[in-house]
């Protein structure tokens, strides 16, 4: 166990001075670099946001099923095809329809290039399934139709999200999807997290449509409360243009009586629509709803051709602006909530770091100086083994570019008072062999061969711990899961192949004499 | 070997005495648990948590309580955090929406003392996640014991495995009934030091049962019982250096690394210290229970 060949030794200091100057890297300049790499540091540590968003296409579901009613009803009617008593409730679709109207019904709905049902040949199964009940015919999402709208959904939440995002500008946020139906945001560095909030909260649905009675429609009405709350709108249901006929939208003052509005622009089809609606309708009052409330309800005073035009409300600068740029990144296809949300200020980060630093030095300290005086020079192989380790550990969680978190520098510190225990094995287990053994050489070698298996048992049991916690934990947890394991690996290399050999070289030294 | 039985602390004397203290503590700590339960935290109860400082350091609970008492927010606690400058506010899961209550708060609180107050940390866990997090970290501390219990049974044979894990619920309960006693709270750090404890006892013993084995095979006249203390005292010395560096490690963040690591590194000493005792006095000794004799090890060979 005590024979190193040249190679190998070669290879061992290679490797620690690699990974060595890897380490070092982070605390140089970036020209100085050996590698362009860094370890990250986590939210907790330098600051920021974690917000994990939740998309509700629950109601999407229902409204997808009222579309594809009117579609059946066109299809019914297009084909003369008889059926009575058509509603949707609880999320299905029921209606009564004679069996050989049915049966053509059916013939179309499950052909596999029907427009109306369509089919994924991935899942060998429709949008759409149906049940026949008595002579009633039930239509509802498959479980596959349901992902799929599920998926659409989040899909395209999170482009909205991350348009949204990148609007307002923060440094480097991750973004992603999680699950069926949720987005991570990572927003490192951000100070006040309630704007970015709020902004992602909104589904900014915006339309504009007519106010009072007197306009006919077949769409109806509903009464909307305006956005201070203080009066309620009999707005109708027939919309003119939505948030998707717009192309950009900018705060602005406007000049005539000081007031903040925000400006828009419609595209083609939105200016035309726009342009007749105003026209036919001059004197009405034309209400700007977003979310459910109306933001204001001016009168149409001469018809707007220009495909522009000003949103004015009670807007602050401020709000403005965000409204802005609501419309420019567009209606989130579902409403969005905050299912989980981290916020560290900066100043707790720093201090943070200042606290793991101290306690790493502090635990360093006492181990190195436990072991100096219980093991004297054998103390002092397994402490520059120990500081080797720590660089090592470093070293390797910049290659691969880790994040470090605050429960992840507590893992560095845990390693610290773990990693002696490897040399702890084997130099107590020396001991017992001097007693032993008259070659104290033989002693050396049968110590690191005979604690072998008890080692790499304590390590593994210690590796299957932070494994189990890596792929279970979260965030910070994951952290300390990363750094508890590679330094458990570190552990292993430095024990074997570093303080191994320094210990040959102090025994073929020092103790050959001896026997 | 004369020289070594000199030395030698008859474990068996104290057997007893130490099985007959795990028992009754572990009856103690599942009697808590169903009593009085675990202090769950936001992580795994929902809700939200506002930690503040106070800039000037001459704002007091009282104050921060009143500055709030008028907000329709729920059931607000008010807490000193570690320092007497840093405040922890901790609502619980209301029907209004978390995340508009923490900007409500926020601004309250700022403009009730002048911005002398800076936020710095906001935590705010909705009714799914914590559900979710409760089920994954119980998941995690069941697949991590299963996990021990199989590589044992691996490594040796399910004789050791079922003394081991046996061992290691005794840790956890223990653990777990130290923080239902003290009301300490139990959030995700906490499962992620139940899970090193898990590996750190498991470690312990191990090199225990790694001797164990090894005498076996040495011994052929000697019983379990005489073949376990053997192997205890001659792994103690190694038992007990690990357990003191680990420790000189635990408490340096214990004392300096900041209140957020308080919790992690008490529930680790915790259970740095009834992991070493349980794989000496609970581990051990139950192999004399599921019939570990030469044959069990000698079998392994062939």
């Given at each position: 166990m005590l024979y190193f060949s040249k190679l190998k030794i070669i290879l061992i200091y290679f490797f620690i001075l690699t990974i060595s100057l890897i380490a070092v890297g982070n605390f140089l300049d970036k020209d100085f670099n050996f590698v362009d790499?860094?370890?990250?540091?986590?939210?907790?540590?330098?600051?920021?946001?974690?917000?994990l968003l939740e998309v509700d296409s629950e109601p999407l579901i229902e409204q997808k099923l009222q579309n594809k009613l009117l579609s059946i009803k066109k299809y019914f009617k297009d084909n003369n095809l008889k059926y009575s008593n058509i509603e949707l409730k609880d999320e299905k679709i029921f209606l009564t329809i004679e069996d050989k109207y049915q049966k053509e019904f059916l013939d179309y709905f499950l052909d596999k290039k029907n427009n109306l049902n369509i089919y994924f040949a991935r899942y060998n199964s429709y949008e759409i399934d149906h049940e026949i009940k008595n002579n009633s015919l039930i239509l509802f999402y498959s479980k596959y139709g349901i992902i799929n709208i599920e998926t659409q959904t989040l899909d395209q939440s999170l482009e909205i999200v991350r348009k949204r995002i990148d609007e307002i500008g923060t440094k480097e946020p991750t973004i992603l999807k999680r699950g069926?139906?949720?987005?991570?945001?990572?927003?490192?560095?951000?100070?006040?997290?309630?704007?970015?909030?709020?902004?992602?909260?909104?589904?900014?649905?915006?339309?504009?449509?007519?106010?009072?009675?007197?306009?006919?429609?077949?769409?109806?009405?509903?009464?909307?409360?305006?956005?201070?709350?203080?009066?309620?709108?009999?707005?109708?249901?027939?919309?003119i243009i939505s948030g998707e006929n717009l192309v950009d939208a900018q705060p602005m003052i406007d000049n005539l009586n000081n007031e903040t509005v925000v400006s828009f622009k419609l595209d083609r089809l939105g200016s035309q629509r726009f342009g007749q609606a105003t026209k036919k309708n001059v004197g009405k009052r034309l209400a700007i709803v977003l979310d459910g409330k109306v933001i204001s309800a001016p009168f149409v005073r001469e018809s707007i051709l220009g495909g522009s035009g000003q949103i004015s409300g009670d807007f602050t600068f401020q709000t403005a602006t965000d409204l802005a740029l609501l419309l420019r990144s567009g209606a989130l296809p579902a409403p969005i909530n905050i299912a989980e949300e981290r916020t560290v200020g900066p100043d707790l980060g720093e201090d943070s770091i200042k606290a793991g630093a101290i306690s790493l030095m502090l635990g360093f300290f006492l181990v190195i100086t436990f072991m100096l005086s219980k093991y004297k020079i054998l103390g002092l192989i397994s402490n520059l083994s120990l500081f080797v380790n720590l660089v090592l550990l470093l070293g390797i969680l910049t290659l691969f570019?880790?994040?470090?978190?605050?429960?992840?520098?507590?893992?560095?510190?845990?390693?610290?008072?773990?990693?002696?225990?490897?040399?702890?094995?084997?130099?107590?287990?020396?001991?017992?062999?001097?007693?032993?053994?008259?070659?104290?050489?033989?002693?050396?070698?049968?110590g690191y061969k005979k604690a072998q298996s008890a080692v790499l048992d304590a390590n593994i049991t210690t590796l299957i711990s932070a494994i189990i916690l890596f792929m279970m934990g979260s965030g910070p947890v994951k952290g300390f899961a990363i750094t508890l394991g590679v330094g458990i690996l570190t552990t292993l290399f430095c024990t074997y192949f570093f303080a191994r050999h320094l210990t040959s070289i102090y025994v073929m030294k020092f103790k050959k004499s001896k026997y | 070997m004369s020289d070594k039985t000199k030395k030698r602390i008859d474990f068996n004397k104290h057997f007893k005495i130490a099985n007959i203290f795990s028992t009754c503590a572990i009856i103690f700590c599942l009697s808590i648990f169903f009593l009085k339960g675990l202090n769950l935290g936001i992580d795994f109860k929902g809700g939200t948590l506002i930690e503040i400082r106070s800039e000037?350091?001459?704002i007091n609970i009282k104050d921060l309580r009143s500055s709030i008492s008028n907000l329709d927010i729920g059931d607000v606690s008010v807490k000193n955090f570690g320092s007497k400058q840093d405040f922890i506010i901790k609502l619980e899961l209301s029907n209004k929406k978390n995340s508009e209550n923490v900007n409500l708060i926020k601004n309250k609180i700022s403009s009730y003392f002048n911005d002398q107050v800076s936020f710095r940390r906001v935590e705010n866990v909705g009714p799914k996640v914590s559900n979710e997090l409760i089920n994954s970290g119980i998941l995690a501390i069941a697949l991590s014991l299963s996990a021990m219990l199989i590589y044992i049974w691996i490594r040796f044979e399910w004789q050791f495995s079922l003394a081991a894990i046996l061992a290691l619920l005794h840790d956890v309960i223990f653990t777990l009934g130290i923080f239902s006693l003290f009301s300490y709270e139990i959030n995700l750090s906490i499962v992620a030091a139940i899970l090193t404890i898990v590996g750190y006892s498991m470690n312990d013993t191990v090199v225990i049962f790694d001797r164990i084995r090894e005498n076996l095979r040495k011994y052929?006249?000697?019983?379990?019982?005489?073949?376990?203390?053997?192997?205890?005292?001659?792994?103690?010395?190694?038992?007990?250096?690990?357990?003191?560096?680990?420790?000189?490690?635990?408490?340096?963040?214990?004392?300096?690394g900041g209140e957020i690591l308080r919790g992690f590194s008490f529930a680790m000493i915790v259970g740095v210290i009834i992991g070493t005792f349980s794989s000496i006095f609970v581990a051990t000794p139950f192999l004399k229970f599921t019939n570990v004799t030469q044959k069990t090890v000698n079998k392994e060979e062939k």
């Open positions: 790499k860094k370890i990250n540091l986590g939210l907790d540590l330098q600051g920021g946001s974690y917000l069926k139906n949720r987005i991570l945001v990572e927003l490192p560095g951000l100070k006040n997290p309630e704007r970015i909030k709020s902004l992602l909260g909104k589904t900014a649905n915006l339309t504009f449509r007519f106010v009072g009675t007197d306009v006919s429609n077949e769409f109806g009405y509903e009464e909307l409360p305006s956005e201070s709350g203080d009066e309620q709108l009999k707005i109708s249901r027939r919309v570019e880790a994040t470090l978190t605050l429960p992840g520098i507590a893992g560095i510190i845990l390693t610290v008072g773990m990693a002696v225990d490897a040399n702890v094995l084997i130099f107590e287990r020396i001991k017992e062999e001097l007693g032993n053994e008259e070659n104290q050489i033989y002693a050396y070698d049968a | 000037s350091g001459d052929n006249h000697f019983n379990i019982i005489e073949i376990s203390n053997i192997s205890i005292n001659e792994t103690l010395s190694r038992t007990i250096i690990t357990s003191l560096t680990t420790l000189l490690a635990l408490f340096s963040i214990y004392f300096v």
